[in-house]
């Protein structure tokens, strides 16, 4: 079994950036075009520690390019939301928020910086609907941020996932704002579209905030099965689905969804085609230590069924 996103060059992103091979990250990144591709690689470039100790040099080293920029405002990001970690808000002391904010507002400045030299790119506006979310810009600013990346990429699916974020509940929005978004969205892009995956998020967001017992009874009613498999059928079942960028997730995300949702033999289908390949998204939700172990525990359950 592997753990990862299906896009082999995310381990070499990865290596670089730790490492701080500079030269080697920038040329993955360079390599892809400015899209969905680019925006899961710089995001695995800012997900690795110790990126913050070597790419303020890149930075002033080359003052007028973006993609340094691009890697720092990223690495801000990440290393903002490590300080205040998955607590709830008021588990999280002050000093907390108080670095937290701290690094995001630097990822912004590096984040604007990057929109200006390259107006026409997508994933400085995905960092700034995150960073807009930890600094609670509020949901008019928010929905800007989203618009300003799908002017550039329609259909991207990052971006379509943080803004399924802003509206949760949990952030300010509410369940039925989530759901209506995740169904326009998914259902008004076309067919063998990756933005299925929204339909299966939002009733895993919605489970997350349901007690014990009541989760299990929402995703089981017949509504919540019926509109998992519409959206289904115009995503990874439609013959116009292609497996790229976050192919591998929108699969994960429907196995896990059909799973909760009782329904073993379409979570069959989901298991199978992943081909024993997990994500963290969204299995942390279920095993936030092992993500691959809440995998194969609804796999193996779905196969005895």
Not at 83 to 102: D, G, I
């Given at each position: 079994m592997q753990k990862d996103s299906g896009d082999p060059d995310v381990a070499l992103v990865r290596k670089a950036a730790a490492s701080g091979d500079w030269d080697t990250l920038r040329g993955l990144l360079e390599a892809r075009p400015e899209s969905e591709d680019r925006t899961e690689l710089v995001q695995a470039a800012g997900d690795m520690d110790g990126v913050e100790n070597w790419i303020d040099e890149v930075v002033e080293a080359e003052p007028e390019a973006a993609l340094p920029r691009l890697v720092a405002g990223f690495r801000h990001i990440s290393w903002g939301w490590?300080?205040?970690?998955?607590?709830?808000?008021?588990?999280?002391?002050?000093?907390?928020?108080?670095?937290?904010?701290?690094?995001?507002?630097?990822?912004?400045?590096?984040?604007?910086?990057?929109?200006e030299r390259e107006p026409s790119w997508t994933s400085p506006w995905l960092g700034l609907q995150r960073t807009g979310r930890g600094l609670e810009v509020g949901q008019a600013t928010a929905r800007r941020r989203f618009e300003a990346a799908v002017r550039r990429d329609r259909f991207h699916l990052g971006a379509h996932q943080q803004h399924l974020q802003q509206v949760c509940d949990k952030w300010g929005g509410s369940h039925e704002e989530m759901h209506a978004f995740a169904r326009e969205s998914a259902l008004g892009a076309p067919g063998g579209t990756l933005l299925?995956?929204?339909?299966?998020?939002?009733?895993?967001?919605?489970?997350?905030?349901?007690d014990r017992g009541a989760d299990a009874s929402y995703m089981r009613q017949s509504a919540v099965v019926s509109s998992l498999w519409e959206a289904a059928d115009h995503s990874f079942r439609h013959p116009d689905f292609v497996r790229s960028g976050g192919w591998l997730q929108v699969l994960n995300t429907f196995a896990m969804a059909l799973s909760l949702a009782g329904d073993h033999g379409g979570a069959r289908e989901c298991f199978d085609a992943t081909e024993g390949r997990v994500t963290e998204t969204p299995w942390q939700y279920l095993n936030g230590s092992d993500p691959a172990a809440a995998y194969r525990e609804q796999r193996s359950a779905a196969a005895q069924r």
């Open positions: 490590e300080a205040r970690t998955a607590l709830q808000a008021s588990h999280v002391s002050r000093e907390q928020f108080k670095v937290f904010h701290a690094r995001l507002r630097i990822a912004e400045q590096h984040l604007y910086e990057v929109a299925g995956q929204l339909v299966a998020m939002a009733h895993i967001e919605q489970w997350l905030s349901l």
